[in-house]
């Protein structure tokens, strides 16, 4: 099960850190990931890490701005959200993907979801 937090409404420019905690399964195998769905847009890809090979992905729409950082020890991880822009908004879903990251940002390949949290950047 995962279970996320942290979402909620922030200025455009201004700042936002997301977290995921994972129960059930040990995350240190696994590729850890952000997707986000906007209404009548198919859920992408944000950031995804798995430090146990060394992959990692950011989608070009959030390079230099948004960085994922997991936390084996307390089964969790972050997506730190700086400088978001109105186009940011969305409702940000964690998952974890017992494969490398080039596969693990493919919906269809995630082994366990998130419900989702609302984020709302205001211009």
């Known amino acids: 099960q995962l279970v996320e937090s942290g979402g909620g409404l922030v200025e455009a420019g201004g700042s936002l850190r997301l977290s995921c905690e994972a129960s059930g399964f040990s995350i240190g195998e696994y590729a850890v990931g952000w997707f986000r769905r906007v209404p009548g847009k198919e859920r992408e890809a944000v950031s995804c890490?798995?430090?146990?090979?060394?992959?990692?992905y950011s989608a070009d729409s959030v390079k230099g701005r948004f960085t994922i950082s997991p936390d084996n020890a307390k089964n969790t991880w972050y997506l730190q959200m700086n400088n978001v822009e109105p186009e940011d908004t969305a409702v940000y879903y964690c998952a974890a993907t017992l494969v490398q990251c080039d596969i693990a940002i493919i919906p269809g390949a995630v082994d366990v979801w998130g419900s989702g949290t609302q984020v709302t950047v205001s211009s």
């Open positions: 890490s798995r430090p146990v090979d060394g992959t990692s």
